[in-house]
């Protein structure tokens, strides 16, 4: 199984409104990663956690609180968002940050829209 | 600091022709570099990852090459198809890091039966 599941597909919440992304990997990868990738742009790495600890945090505002329950879930807390963070949200993973196994398998992201 | 450059944004060709992108980088030396495929609305697809110390890697229609000195790596797709249309990314580990990259903006490919 090399597949990603991320939910929900589609998301529109208000700025008032809390809501959780969900990312799942049966892979035994123990890198696990969120990107955000705006229309035409590339994708731009937010967080990636390590063995479920957070490794990398990309100066993300606190608006944006990433969890990971165990190695093969990944999260991330949406509260107080601006329209502005409408974009698709990605969910990778990697069998590690090291050694030779360095290619990424990305979900088919979550749709975010902010009203 | 580090730049990733794909310097086409759309590039169209005829099917059956050999599409070559490009992709260059400034101001670091990566230990290796990947490319990805990336259908609308979709999370992006790992095809190939070129090390340093290798010239060309070959999979199937698709060619890479690695250029440490000119600081650039070709990505060639053979006979192209209708199929093979979507936006390619190349991508690089963010310098200092194990494993997390930097994506280039990619380069949309349009194949015209």
């Known amino acids: 199984d090399t597949e990603v599941t991320q939910t929900p597909k589609h998301l529109v919440m208000g700025m008032t409104n809390k809501k959780s992304l969900k990312c799942e990997q049966h892979m035994g990868h123990r890198a696990m990663y969120w990107y955000k990738q705006k229309a035409k742009k590339p994708p731009e790495l937010m967080f990636v956690?390590?063995?479920?600890?957070?490794?990398i945090n990309e100066s993300v505002p606190s608006r944006f609180s990433p969890e990971c329950p165990n190695s093969s879930l990944l999260n991330l807390h949406l509260h107080a968002l601006q329209p502005e963070d409408s974009a698709l949200y990605l969910c990778?993973?990697?069998?590690?940050?090291?050694?030779?196994?360095?290619?990424?398998?990305f979900g088919p992201g979550t749709r975010l829209t902010v009203t | 600091s580090q730049k990733i450059e794909q310097n086409s944004e759309a590039l169209n060709i005829q099917e059956g022709k050999t599409a070559t992108l490009t992709c260059n980088y400034t101001?670091?030396?990566?230990?290796?570099l990947q490319w990805y495929r990336q259908d609308p609305g979709r999370g992006p697809v790992f095809l190939l990852l070129?090390?340093?110390?290798?010239k060309e890697k070959r999979k199937e229609r698709l060619k890479v090459t690695f250029d440490t000195t000119l600081k650039q790596s070709l990505f060639h797709i053979t006979a192209s198809q209708p199929a093979d249309s979507a936006t390619y990314l190349c991508?690089?580990?963010?310098?200092?890091?194990?494993?997390?990259?930097?994506f280039g903006k990619g380069t949309k490919l349009s194949v015209k039966p």
């Open positions: 101001n670091y030396s990566p230990a290796y």
């Open positions: 990778a993973s990697s069998q590690d940050l090291g050694g030779t196994h360095y290619e990424q398998y």
């Open positions: 991508a690089l580990p963010l310098r200092g890091s194990q494993g997390n990259l930097i």
């Open positions: 070129i090390r340093e110390n290798e």
């Open positions: 956690y390590s063995y479920e600890k957070l490794s």
